[in-house]
């Protein structure tokens, strides 16, 4: 219990110095030749990746960045269509996004519509998944836990929603007699994230499923004891919030 509340605690840090990064906003403007808008990103790291959708998410531009540091690029916007986009910034645990505008060839840049999205951070300790969660609007978030019973197909075993509350600490205690492949699903604030993991508790950044492993439930004696006991604890919620 120690170890979950110093980790918390690391996960409070980490979320505030995020925090305080925020401020060194992003900008944009135009040069001399009124087509050229520059995008300017203050402490960007390399690997983040940077997009420019429309209004309906639609990906137009995708870039991963090369170098740490400041970000300075020129794009020439004036050619798209009149409507509503926005350049986003997926790095670390955040999610920022530059709201622009284009009509008769004018970029405006919406400084009051930027936003930034604090993605949800997801560990694995021994037999307990960690959470951790920062929402300034303090947004609804669900929350989902997913089981494979060895059938291929993702059963949820945990589902619950939070509301208006900005920090999120939550850990839930796994059973230590099932081995499978499990699935941690956040949705908050119009996106979802996704987190693969195994019966051994091993996190799987990859969106992509894991193959499925032979369940191995206690020991060669008492099999059938545990499996059944365990398949009972299963479907009855056999996890517990320790953080409320």
Not at 36 to 57: C, M, P
Not at 206 to 223: A, E, P, R, Y
Request: proline residues 2%; hydrophobic residues 35%.
């Amino acid at each position: 219990m120690k170890y979950l509340i110093k980790k918390s605690l690391v996960f409070v840090v980490l979320f505030t110095t995020l925090l305080v990064k925020a401020n060194e906003i992003s900008s944009l403007s135009n040069l001399n030749d009124e087509k050229t808008t520059v995008l300017t990103l203050e402490n960007v790291k390399q690997g983040s990746k940077l997009y420019i959708k429309d209004a309906f998410g639609v990906v137009l531009y995708k870039e991963s960045i090369k170098n740490s540091g400041d970000y300075v690029k020129g794009f020439d916007l004036t050619s798209l269509p009149d409507g509503s986009y926005y350049f986003e910034l997926n790095r670390d645990l955040e999610i920022k996004t530059v709201p622009f505008t284009v009509k008769m060839n004018v970029v405006e840049f919406q400084k009051e519509l930027e936003t930034t999205i604090y993605k949800p951070f997801i560990s694995v300790k021994d037999n307990y998944v960690i959470l951790s969660k920062l929402s300034l609007s303090k947004q609804p978030l669900e929350i989902k836990i997913y089981f494979d019973y060895d059938t291929n197909s993702y059963e949820v075993i945990h589902s619950e929603k939070i509301d208006n509350k900005v920090n999120i600490q939550k850990a839930f205690k796994l059973s230590e007699y099932e081995e499978g492949n499990y699935k941690v699903v956040v949705k908050t604030e119009g996106r979802t994230f996704i987190e693969f993991f195994d019966g051994n508790f091993k996190i799987n950044q990859s969106i992509k499923q894991t193959k499925n492993k032979t369940k191995k439930v206690g020991n060669s004696n008492n099999n059938a004891k545990f499996g059944e006991e365990s398949i009972l604890n299963l479907k009855g919620g056999y996890y517990a919030g320790l953080h409320k």
